[in-house]
């Protein structure tokens, strides 16, 4: 009764003016919920016009009973009401798929008042139920939600107010009973908060993974389309002038959901002129922002509704760089660890499973690098895993260079991404096997600690290298630049890396500190005619480049791999780890 009694009063402070009022979603959470309140309307107004277009079933067929249900035919209001809902939806949204393609739905549905007949007798009982299921279980769910979360900041006002009077009830009386009750207060203020920001976050996955499906929503009617197309062949040319229009709509949604999809689809369906998956460019870039000296780097939890509503937010194509400033660095990295390892293959190959495992398990340094190197050359390793491989594991080089801040040595990175960049996809090993995961995280750690030496063609660009800087769902790819006749084939540019040539006959290796990366340019082999230089030797002005010059916007293509410097030395703890693996040998001999 009390607390009753109080919440009445901290409305009727609010409704007064008296009191601050808490805020339950912020200006862009309002925003999508005037939308989804759009989807809302929409829907119902699709499933009663639709349900009104069947009322004329099953009332007969003969010549009478076909011209009186022709009189009260509603075609014609069903697709004026289509064609106005889609306007309201494109009102609200202008990449609105559900909008564009009820707008060309509402122009044939009017075109077709002489075959309604047809229609109610035909019409597929699919795109009502659907309808009625997002109206019955998707929509009541999220306004449960919102009516929780009002309830919540109410709680939290309340919980405001009478902590402000005991602290003036502290301030005027004093002693040990109040400052007492002043600690309880806070403790309930702070528990208040969390339930209301988790209730806040998960209130926006629901009303974001609600607009993920603006695409299902409008296949809906593309199958409405279809299946008019089926069964009435009076009208086939007016619905096939109109299904190009909708299919080139749907197509603006294609590449969703992001998460699940193939490397492969996922750059083909958004055009990306960097060439790297959109939600690990964009959440390593974030990462480069806020600094990478956060402690944990990729092994922390992060939270999991924060994950899920940054999913949500990628897949409802409304991700983009500034919406990503309240994300942490392990929920950016949570994010990319999530999106490597649901991928239908794995990032570093599927049919070099065997391979990368073969090489973890070489126990000679030049024939561990050699194998490393020809597998990155690999023809069965397409070029855009490539690309992503090589902006991957350039960042995790550059987090690990910072491993005394963050503690996430090449070592600890390796065991943390390994499972997420290589599997098996048809398991014969045990996942469990020790000695399988402690080879192929040799072979993470190696390629993360010599990054420069396996990726010394390539280009190091910015990170946020024509990163598009609005979310998917509005992004527009840029025109194609000029291609050139002459530009290698994924066969010319990985043919002569297939095997690695020998380092040079007289190496001479420099030490390097334990702690930082060796770099080709201090790691080169000398011969006897060569001076003592730390630069390498320059390639031959005569041998012509199969490469043209692109023009700047374009992502440079990788040089050929036709040489392979010299193995350069290992940091000192790969080093001792040889020796006693040598010492244990010549023990045993």
Known sequence: MIKSMEKLKVRLDQNLHRSEKSVALPLQ????EETIQTYRQVCQTLHKKISEGLQGGGKGTDGQSIERRLKKTLDFSLGQSLSEQGR???????????????????????????????????????????????????????????KQLDQLVLELDTAKARLHAARQEDLSQGGPLTAAKVDKLVE??????????????????????????????????????NFKLELHSSIAEQVLVTQPKVETILRSKRGFPIFGSSLSSHLASFPLPSGIAYPIQLCVTRLVMLGLEEEGLFRLAAGSSKVKRLRAELEAG?????????????????????????????????ELYQDWLQAGQLEGETDRFDAIWNLLQCEQLPKENYRNIQYLFRFLHEVSRLEERNKMSAS???????????????????????MVGSALAQVVELIITQYEWFFQNDASLPWDHLLPTTPLGLYQPPLPPSTNANAPTTMERKGKGKKAPPPPSTPNVTSSSPHSPLTPATHRHKTANQPPSHAPPSPPQSTPSLYPALPPSAFPIPAPRSSKPAVPTKPVGMLSQDRSAKEKETTQL
Request: aromatic share 4%; hydrophobic share 45%; net charge negative.
């Open 29 to 32: 959470l309002l925003q999508i």
């Open 318 to 350: 409304l991700a983009s760089l500034p919406s990503l400033e309240t994300a942490d660095h392990h929920v950016l990295t949570a994010t990319i660890k999530s999106y490597l390892r649901e991928l239908p293959e794995p990032l570093m190959g599927a």
């Open 88 to 146: 309201l939806l494109g009102k609200q949204s202008t990449s609105s798929c559900l909008g564009q393609v009820l707008q060309e739905a509402g122009g044939v549905c009017t075109a077709m008042g002489q075959n309604l007949v047809q229609y109610e007798v035909s019409m597929e009982q699919l795109v009502v139920q659907e309808l009625d299921n997002i109206l019955k279980t998707d929509l009541p769910t999220i306004q449960k939600e919102r």
């Open 412 to 434: 600890n990175l390796a065991i943390v991404i390994t499972p997420n960049v290589i599997w098996e996809c048809e398991a014969v090993h045990d996942p469990m096997d020790m």
């Open 188 to 225: 309930d203020l702070d528990g208040m908060t969390r339930k209301v920001d988790q209730a806040r976050d998960s209130l926006a996955t629901d009303m974001m993974s609600f607009l993920a499906k603006d695409a299902e929503l409008a296949g809906l009617i593309a199958k409405f389309l």
